[in-house]
């Protein structure tokens, strides 16, 4: 059964950067794209890009470009999500969703609280 | 950016009665291999999304056959064909052909 495993929650002064890690199993890891999705508190989905975990090539959406970066380890079949120069704005649940069709399975989320 | 429009925000139902949920998108959402990328997600209470439906109308292995989507080209529907408690959730219909863009959102609730 596929699962994505995420990191804990964080919190982060404005300015910082974070870093989320979202561990693949239970599936070929390489086989399909992996998304991020964020979600603010009370607010709607956002997709934020994905990335071709065979390749490491990625596509961010605008909003996004230049602050966001994916990565991945195919030898540990772990994903990650780093944001840059983060606003107050950017407190959200960040999500990671892999699999056939794309986004199949999610991950349970990772709080980000941007907070002085 | 391709724009995706879902109505009604909030949708209030009898348990028991059918629901229905549009999703309009602001371009065709035909993609060159001639597939349709229109995906539905329900969000329950503090879980995270769950994908009910894909490429229109197929249905995700384990979702209910009271769920069902239909349309084409830019307007689409997902419909509940009796609504039950468990049915509460908010609704994203998501488009995945240029590339990717999620709906508002649909709150569905028991009257």
């Known amino acids: 059964q596929a699962q994505m495993m995420q990191s804990g929650a964080e919190v982060k002064k404005p300015g910082a950067s974070v870093k989320v890690s979202c561990k693949a199993s239970g599936y070929t890891f390489t086989a399909y794209y992996l998304h991020w999705v964020r979600q603010a508190p009370g607010q709607g989905l956002e997709w934020m890009g994905w990335i071709n975990p065979n390749t490491g090539a990625s596509n961010y959406t605008q909003r996004f470009q230049g602050r966001v970066t994916f990565t991945r380890d195919t030898s540990i079949t772990t994903a990650y999500m780093e944001l840059s120069r983060l606003t107050f704005d950017d407190t959200a649940i960040f999500y990671c969703?892999?699999?056939?069709?794309?986004?199949?399975?999610w991950g349970r989320g990772t709080l980000v609280a941007v907070s002085s | 950016d391709v724009v995706m429009t879902q109505s009604p925000v909030s949708l209030p139902v009898t348990l028991g009665q059918p629901a229905s949920i549009s999703c309009k998108s602001s371009q065709s959402l035909v993609y060159i291999d001639g597939k349709t990328y229109l995906s539905w997600f329900q969000q329950s209470p503090g879980q995270p999304p769950r994908r009910l439906i894909y490429q229109v109308s197929k249905r995700d292995s384990g979702v209910p056959d009271r769920f069902s989507g239909s349309g084409s080209g830019t307007d689409f529907t997902l419909k509940i064909n009796r609504v039950e408690a468990e049915d509460v959730a908010i609704y994203y219909c998501m488009q995945g052909t240029h590339p990717f863009t999620f709906g508002g959102g649909t709150r569905v609730e028991i009257k």
């Open positions: 969703a892999s699999g056939p069709g794309h986004m199949n399975f």
